[in-house]
């Protein structure tokens, strides 16, 4: 097993794409802190419930869960929920995945569509990886950022996630640079268009012209991109850093 012996943190792990994540690791032995997403001033917001069924799969492997809830996009909620979680538990891995789309044509988009989708995607990766670096310089441990292909490629309606996702990979280039005398390895993954709840909402006319800028002809799915990050969190990558690994079915070279 890969990550046997591993304590692996997973962002938005409640479902989709980072649920796939906390799965695969947790298949490869990693114990899991598995975040998901709750708002400490609007009480509403938290996804608890599927949180909790997540870690029941991942205990029927055999594996530990911690559980913690924050706004990925309230900086304070970080900072006071990853101090708490820090006296039990300290992750060895961190994928930061959770990640939102506001999408809107440039003229159209309103400064909360610019400002939530930075917020979220871009300083919130920021704020959670500055919080955890200095413990995680104790193992040499591997941080990485689920960014776009869109950061890479741009598109229309999407100037906000794409800065964002370029910006991240940007992130994970320049932390690589500081932390590889410590033997923290960063690297991002950017993935092209994958069946999730969050591309499910595309008009189909719009998922039928991604497609055909695919050359493998199919979406990816969750697992595809779980399979990446395996790679990027275990030994097998020690020698990779400040990569970005493209994983689009070939729609951006
Ligand atoms: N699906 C795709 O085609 C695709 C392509 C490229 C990149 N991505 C990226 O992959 C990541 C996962 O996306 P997905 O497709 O699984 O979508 P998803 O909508 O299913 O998952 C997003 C996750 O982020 C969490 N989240 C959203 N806002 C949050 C907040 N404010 N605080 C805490 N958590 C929050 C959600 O609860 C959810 O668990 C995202 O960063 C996304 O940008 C997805």
Same mark, same amino acid.
């Given at each position: 097993?890969?990550?046997?012996?591993?304590?692996?943190?997973?962002?938005?792990?409640s479902?989709?794409?980072g649920?796939?994540?906390?799965?695969?690791?947790?298949?490869?032995g990693a114990?899991?802190?598995?975040h998901?997403y709750?708002?400490?001033?609007?009480?509403?917001?938290?996804?608890?419930?599927?949180?909790?069924?997540?870690a029941?799969?991942?205990?029927?492997?055999?594996?530990?869960?911690?559980?913690?809830?924050?706004?990925?996009?309230?900086?304070?909620?970080?900072?006071?929920?990853i101090?708490?979680?820090?006296?039990?538990?300290?992750?060895?891995?961190?994928?930061?995945?959770?990640?939102?789309?506001?999408? +809107?044509?440039?003229?159209?988009?309103?400064?909360?569509?610019?400002?939530?989708?930075?917020?979220? +995607?871009?300083?919130?990766?920021?704020?959670?990886?500055?919080?955890?670096v200095?413990?995680?310089?104790?193992?040499?441990?591997?941080?990485?950022?689920?960014?776009?292909?869109?950061?890479?490629?741009?598109?229309?309606?999407?100037?906000?996630?794409?800065?964002?996702?370029?910006?991240?990979i940007?992130?994970?280039?320049?932390?690589a640079?500081?932390?590889?005398?410590?033997?923290?390895?960063? +690297?991002?993954?950017?993935?092209g268009?994958?069946?999730?709840?969050?591309?499910?909402?595309?008009?189909?006319e719009?998922?039928?012209?991604?497609?055909?800028?695919?050359?493998?002809?199919?979406?990816?799915?969750?697992?595809?991109?779980?399979?990446?990050?395996?790679?990027?969190?275990?030994?097998?990558?020690?020698?990779?850093?400040?990569?970005?690994?493209?994983? +689009?079915?070939?729609?951006?070279?």
């Amino acid at each position: 097993m890969l990550l046997q012996g591993k304590r692996a943190m997973i962002t938005g792990a409640s479902r989709g794409i980072g649920k796939a994540i906390a799965m695969e690791f947790a298949r490869e032995g990693a114990d899991i802190i598995l975040h998901y997403y709750e708002n400490s001033k609007d009480t509403t917001i938290t996804l608890k419930d599927e949180a909790e069924s997540v870690a029941a799969d991942i205990r029927a492997l055999g594996r530990d869960v911690h559980l913690i809830g924050f706004d990925i996009g309230d900086r304070d909620d970080i900072d006071a929920k990853i101090k708490t979680m820090l006296k039990e538990v300290t992750p060895d891995v961190l994928v930061n995945n959770a990640g939102i789309t506001k999408d +809107n044509l440039v003229m159209r988009m309103k400064p909360e569509q610019w400002d939530d989708v930075i917020n979220v +995607n871009l300083s919130g990766s920021f704020f959670l990886t500055k919080a955890l670096v200095r413990p995680m310089l104790r193992s040499a441990g591997s941080i990485i950022f689920v960014a776009s292909v869109i950061g890479q490629m741009g598109n229309a309606g999407q100037v906000n996630y794409a800065a964002s996702k370029a910006g991240v990979i940007g992130m994970a280039k320049s932390l690589a640079r500081e932390l590889g005398s410590k033997k923290v390895r960063c +690297n991002a993954i950017a993935p092209g268009f994958i069946e999730t709840e969050m591309t499910a909402a595309m008009a189909p006319e719009a998922k039928a012209r991604l497609l055909e800028l695919v050359p493998l002809k199919e979406a990816g799915t969750p697992d595809d991109i779980a399979k990446a990050a395996l790679f990027l969190a275990s030994d097998m990558s020690r020698y990779i850093t400040g990569e970005v690994l493209k994983v +689009n079915g070939g729609m951006y070279m």
